[in-house]
Each structure stands twice: as C-alpha cells, then as structure tokens.
C-alpha cells in the first residue's frame, strides 16, 4: 500500500512556490493573501491560524481579518470592496461557514474574480466548466489532482468515484477530472446522500473521492482490491486522552482500507496540507497576473 503523503508533497511544492515568491519580490512584489473569518469557530480559527503561518512562512504578506459574529453583512462587504482596491492584497477568502445572517453567496459575488484565490465566484466556476485557463479553482480538488500526479497515478481512462457533490470540493473535482488533458481525461461518477446502494457504484472505482463529511462512512465494503482512496474528509471527534480533547479522522475507515487499497491518503496529512498548499499558488498566481497587468 502506498502512502499519498500530503504534508512532504505540500513541502516539495513549497520550494517551487517560494522560486516565483522570490520572482515577484524582484518586480518589487510581495503576494498577499487576506483570509476574513466572522465569528468565533474553534475549528475555522485553526485554519486560518494556518493559512497565515504558511503566509509568512514562505514570506508572503498576510492579512488576518478576525471579525466580531455581530458584524453585519453591510460591515463585511465594504470590507470586501477595499480589500478589492489595495494593490497589496492580491488573493481574498471568507473562510466557511460564516454566521447564519451572512449571506454567502451575496460576499462571494462581491469579491474581485481576479482575487477570488478559492475559485468560489460565478465566473470562475463557469471558467473552470469552460476549461479557461484564465480562472482560479478550488483549492481542495487542485490539491488532490495534484497529489495524485505526484504519485504517478494517473487518471487518463480511469473510473472516478466521487461520493458528495458541494460546491467546494464534489463539483470542481468531478469538473477537473472531466478535463480534457493531464490531470483529466476520467470517467466520472458523482455519488450523494440520495444514491441508493453506494457501496455497488464505488467497488467499481479505480479511484474513490470521499468528500461526505461524515466520520469513516466509508469502509473495506466499499473498495475493491487495487483502489486509490483520496480522503478529503475532516471530522472532530471527542477524545479526552489528547491534548486539545479531540482527534481528526477521515471520512474513510483507514485501518480497514489500507490493507486493500493501491494507495490511500492519511487523515490529517493528506488533503488537507495540499488544500493550504494550492491555496499559496492560487494566490501567487493572482499576483503573478497582478504584475503582468501592471507592466
Ligand atoms: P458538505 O457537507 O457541503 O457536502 C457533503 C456531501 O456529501 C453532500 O453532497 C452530501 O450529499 C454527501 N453525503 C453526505 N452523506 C452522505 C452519505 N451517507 N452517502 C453519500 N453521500 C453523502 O461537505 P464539503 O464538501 O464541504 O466537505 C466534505 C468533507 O471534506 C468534510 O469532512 C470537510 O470537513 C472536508 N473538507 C476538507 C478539506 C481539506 O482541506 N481536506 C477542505 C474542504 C472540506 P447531499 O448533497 O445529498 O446532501
């Protein structure tokens, strides 16, 4: 069984984001990413606390918006609106899920498509359906295209299961692996919590997304011998003998797959270290357009 190792991917691609940091810093550009959290959400706070020690980490200039449940929607989008006006801000994200009187949909739309570095507006969705280059795609499924290539797995003829279909992760993944080139050209099927008999359609899988969001829902039953399991799956579960009171799994059983599958990733230490590591391009990339407008 192989081991998608997320966090030494996401360390080797590093090295490659901060060679095109260091090109933009020449230009006398440093890229910079704004992430806004409304409210106060343990497990949202933890990542955002990340995404800007990875920021600074790779010397990125990072602005952290930690704003009051009580703000308004009004609040929020002038927020938005200078942040689409600083010329230092490159990349912004509202990190989900926000209180339950903002509308999201309604902030998305407000941020600049050029700085929606989580590829969340409208427009980039169509672009991503549209294979225009020119867009910006969720983080999450450019982060399990990527680690798959790493891997040298290879999705070209290959039946993908995805099992949940949000607009975060389900979607764009089915999408991207629906691409026509490297990365792409897979038979897809989008399984959801209406599918009946899941377990059939995801045995036929060369390759299984779990993206359900239910802690290991899936298990030995739903693979055959030889399957990749890609994990994106985050879950808190309680646990008293650890430090912080609660452990991470994924939406796979793992010790039940690992001895069945071709390869697997781990929960914590697969996806989600690709997903911060894909959002560090994403935003290096809008400076990088950013520069190419400017000259
Ligand atoms: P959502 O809750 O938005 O979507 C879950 C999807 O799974 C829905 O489409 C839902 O179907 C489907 N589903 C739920 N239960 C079942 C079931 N029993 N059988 C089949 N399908 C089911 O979650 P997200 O897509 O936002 O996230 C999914 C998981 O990924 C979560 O654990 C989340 O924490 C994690 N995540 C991890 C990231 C990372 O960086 N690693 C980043 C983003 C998310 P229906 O549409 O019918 O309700």
Do not use: W
């Amino acid at each position: 069984m192989i081991l998608l190792d997320g966090k030494k991917t996401a360390a080797l691609l590093e090295v490659e984001t901060k060679n095109r940091i260091a090109l933009l810093k020449q230009q006398g550009m440093t890229p910079g990413l704004a992430v806004i959290l409304v409210g106060e959400h343990p497990a949202s706070q933890a990542y955002v606390r990340s995404k800007d020690q990875t920021c600074s980490r790779l010397g990125m200039h990072s602005r952290k918006l930690e704003l009051p449940t009580a703000t308004t929607q009004q609040e929020l989008l002038r927020i938005i609106e200078q942040l689409n006006k600083d010329p230092n801000i490159h990349g912004i994200l509202l990190q989900s899920p926000p209180p339950k009187h903002i509308q999201e949909k309604e902030v998305t739309l407000a941020i600049d498509p050029r700085k929606d570095v989580d590829g969340f507006h409208p427009l980039n969705v169509a672009k991503l359906v549209m294979e225009d280059s020119s867009g910006f795609i969720p983080c999450t499924p450019l982060g399990c295209r990527y680690l798959l290539h790493a891997y040298g797995i290879s999705t070209r003829g290959a039946h993908v299961v995805v099992v949940g279909r949000s607009l975060i992760v389900g979607k764009p993944m089915a999408l991207l692996l629906l691409q026509k080139g490297l990365g792409g050209d897979a038979t897809v099927t989008i399984a959801h919590s209406q599918t009946p008999d899941l377990a059939s359609i995801t045995r036929r899988a060369d390759i299984l997304i779990a993206a359900l969001g239910r802690p290991h829902a899936l298990g030995a039953e739903h693979i055959s011998p030889g399957t990749t399991v890609i994990d994106v799956g985050i879950n808190r579960l309680v646990d008293r003998s650890t430090p912080s009171g609660y452990r991470l799994v994924g939406d796979v059983d793992f010790s039940a797959l690992a001895s069945k599958c071709h390869a697997i990733t781990p929960v914590p230490g697969g996806v989600g270290p690709m997903t911060i590591a894909m959002l560090m391009q994403n935003t290096v990339m809008a400076a990088e357009r950013f520069a190419s407008r400017r000259n």
